[in-house]
């Protein structure tokens, strides 16, 4: 029997299959789970709640994954190096630069999908994916971290929150630093909050160098199925929020 007759087709508003149905290491694509069904703010919900999302270029049919193991971010073993360390308290103390939450969660979606990525063709955030993940943002669910300097949006990073559980999708950045000042912030946020984790997907030499660490897929599942019901923070940003990473800055005389 063949992998592609393996496979779930799904059908509007179908649930999706156990994640343990999804291809193994050995196969042709691991992660992959099931094809098909809609890109609907009620499908997505159900997707990221149990460790699915989507992941497919424009022109193809929609294509679920749930990788084994995930790479995954716990906030508190984020590690903040020393030449970063210094960026952050050159940023947090210009008052040209900010850091801001969903102010332009589509114009950073658009960004995302110009950066070039290397040994990649193209983008996998087509107008489908585009419009998919801005009505979740209007619906609550899909978050905008932004780096402004000098009223100018040069970095930034869109991810997916279901209650207190963070999945992290894709950054961009004009200026050296920038997205790494845009998940820096979005840690800080995370640990202020008591947010554990962030979901990253997918094994990289940066997100590896940043403290990401690969986790079974059923310890994720386990952490996601705690944390999605429980009620989400408040998405705003806060400089104060910059302690959790650094020291406070003395008061001012």
Not at 122 to 137: D, F, V
Request: charged share 20%; aromatic share 10%.
């Amino acid at each position: 029997m063949s992998e592609l007759s393996q496979l779930a087709i799904l059908a509007p508003g179908e649930p999706f299959p156990p994640v343990s149905q999804a291809w193994g290491p050995s196969s042709s694509a691991p992660g992959l789970l099931a094809v098909g069904g809609e890109l609907d703010v009620r499908t997505l919900r159900a997707a990221y709640s149990t460790t699915v999302f989507p992941w497919f270029s424009h022109g193809e049919p929609i294509l679920w994954w749930s990788p084994d193991p995930r790479m995954v971010l716990q906030v508190d073993a984020f590690r903040l190096h020393r030449s970063l360390r210094k960026v952050i308290e050159r940023f947090r103390i210009s008052p040209a630069c900010e850091i801001r939450f969903d102010t332009a969660f589509d114009d950073v979606m658009a960004a995302c999908a110009a950066s070039p990525r290397p040994g990649q063709d193209g983008t996998w955030i087509g107008p489908e994916m585009r419009r998919a993940y801005g009505e979740l943002h209007r619906a609550g669910y899909a978050h905008s971290v932004e780096t402004w300097a000098a009223g100018e949006l040069v970095a930034g990073l869109y991810c997916v929150s279901i209650g207190r559980a963070v999945f992290g999708e894709s950054m961009f950045t004009r200026v050296s630093d920038g997205s790494k000042l845009a998940l820096s912030a979005l840690v800080a946020w995370c640990r202020h909050h008591g947010l554990p984790l962030i979901d990253c997907q997918q094994n990289t030499a940066h997100l590896d160098f940043m403290g990401a660490r690969e986790m079974p897929r059923a310890e994720f599942a386990r952490a996601v199925a705690e944390l999605a019901p429980q009620p989400a923070p408040i998405w705003k940003f806060d400089p104060v929020y910059w302690n959790a990473l650094l020291p406070p800055r003395p008061a001012q005389r």
